[in-house]
């Protein structure tokens, strides 16, 4: 067997698509069984409460209090609104399709980088963005008019706080670590989401042991997991293979979703999908020297890359 093929940081790419791309379907095992409320705030617990623990191994440093405001931007936007948001969505939409729509996030990080950072809108960057949003068009009408649903816009919605969220920590990411970023957003999601507490002590009360074993699942690996492996793989590779190994999600998504679930997505999704796939690859484009200049300077740390399709799933 190649050894390169074996290495911790490959293996610890993979695993993170892995994640990322199992949590779709675990999602759909929790609502079922926790709804929306519990699931949410669980999974965010489970994760903040997990990072909590590794955070003095890890190095994890407090945040300076300047830095608070966008820490609880991140928090309640990538954590809080994009865990209520997708969880309603996957009550109605299928997990694979979900990530189908999830995927096009980068397309609205870039979008307000652009408007807000001052970050060039170049012609691959609009064009990957009219691209992207078409096959997102195509992916919520696959089955016609007839097939389109409230919940389709509601994945969309935590597709743009999941865009806002990578928007917010990019001036955070100047200062701290990836993993440092995401503890930091976990724990301000959880606390934001303490509203949510009493529901879900009722709820668990209740709750099937699959729907339960789902919300920890979802909390200990694809999110808490997912952010550590992710942040080591990201210091150690060049950016663009971390960049490209995220376009798997989608495909590993719906790989999982007929396997745990039966799901079988429409062809016309996968279509959609494959386009938006190929829009935001089109944002990324770099050319070779800015390309090498942005990947020397966020390798040292293990800093998610702008396309980077939240931990979570």
Partial sequence: ?????????????????????????????????????????????????????????????????????LICLCGLSGMTAYQILLNWGEIHVEAGTASL??????????????????????RNVVAGSVIALAGTAVVTLAE????????????????????????ASKPLLRHYSGLEVASYAMVAGTVFALPLMPMTVTAVTDAPAGALGAAVFL??????????????AVAR???????????????????????????????LELLGGAVSVAGVVLINRRKPAAAGT???????EPVAPRTAARPSA
């Fill in 219 to 232: 909390g200990l690996l694809p999110s808490a997991l997912g952010f550590v492996i992710w942040g080591y």
């Fill in 144 to 167: 016609g008019f007839a097939g389109f649903s409230l919940a389709s816009l509601v994945v969309l919605a935590a597709a743009v706080v999941q865009g806002v969220y990578h928007f």
């Fill in 237 to 267: 590779l060049p950016m663009a293979a971390s960049t490209a190994a995220l376009y798997l999600v989608p495909p590993v998504a719906l790989l999982v979703s007929f396997v745990w679930l039966g799901e079988t997505p429409h062809p």
């Fill in 101 to 122: 729509l999830i995927a096009i996030a980068p397309v609205f990080s870039v979008l307000l980088a652009g408007v807000f950072l001052s970050e060039p809108l170049t």
């Fill in 1 to 69: 067997m190649n050894p390169h093929l074996t290495s911790p940081r490959l293996l610890a790419l993979a695993g993170t698509v892995v994640l990322w791309a199992s949590a779709f379907p675990a999602i759909r095992v929790g609502v079922d069984g926790l709804g929306l409320a519990a699931l949410s705030f669980l999974r965010l617990a489970v994760a903040a409460l997990a990072l909590l623990v590794i955070a003095p191994f890890a190095g994890v440093r407090l945040p300076r209090k300047r830095d608070l405001p």
């Fill in 294 to 300: 942005e990947t020397d300077v966020a390798a040292p």
